[in-house]
């Protein structure tokens, strides 16, 4: 059994993620193997961030993003977070260019531990969500859940980060929405050809956002970087807030700025909790650091 990839299990704001470090390989990490790490209890995870040798000139590496079903993502606000603690740890450098499936991202490492993470332009075009159908204004398009003349969340607001984001306004307590309900309905809606992250943000004043997320390929999480992007993008449109907040997530905070030169600069925590090795093939695993957590790794031959 080849159990050769080093990782590190690692959260940001509780959204549980696993470094691997894919570099001198040509191999990838199998939809299979993700999803056997995700049903051990011991390395259960929402992402894993699968760190391959740089493809481009003035980049430190090529990022793959999985989801715990398997499916490959664009862009994971909080695991690159966790990314860049890795790799500064790794280098001692404190500022990194990285690429993605949906294209490079500048990050750095401040003198206090907290990680800045430029996750580029939005797309607000119905065709770069994507959509299905044909919509002129994406802060707020009709779709709705619940009794047509009741509805429970409806008009969602939608912006692609490097992935898709739909985002509910509610006016009362985010918790009271049954998103773990609603969230797979509203994740696999027609109108949403590649799935969407789907959002409930009540704005509670213009510097300060509260939000939950059901997470595409995953589910509900502690938090969602690049929704928490997403709904603060949205709300500046609809000018609810100004172009930057502070964004609630249930694991804490992030401050998200949507600058004039129109990138989003996410900033938040990421922390180290172990690490081991593992097989991309099979998602069997050995911990080779202890962390806080004393489950055992999978049996390996
Ligand atoms: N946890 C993420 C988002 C991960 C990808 C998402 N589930 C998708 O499929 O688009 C984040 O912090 O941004």
Redesign the pocket.
Known sequence: MAIDVEFAKMN?LG?AIIVADMRGRADRFTAEAARALHHDPATAF??IMAIHDAEADGTDAFVR?Y?NDG?E????????RCVVQALAAETGKAVFTLQTIAGLLNAQEHEDGSISVDMGRPRLRWDQIPLEEEFADTTGIELQIGPIDAPVLHTPSVVN?G??HAVFWVQNDVWSHDLARFGPLLENHPIFPE?A?ITVARVIDPEHIVMRTW????GL?Q??????CATLVSAARKELTGRAATVTVPGGDLHIEWRADDHVIMTGPAEWEFAGRLDPATGQWQRTIEGDNDNAGAETA
Request: charged content about 15%.
């Open positions: 940001g959204n929402d992402q993003i989801n499916s993502a664009g862009a994971c606000g909080n695991g690159m980060m992935n898709p799935k992250n997470e595409r390929g995953v999480t938090a969602c970087g690049s929704a928490a």
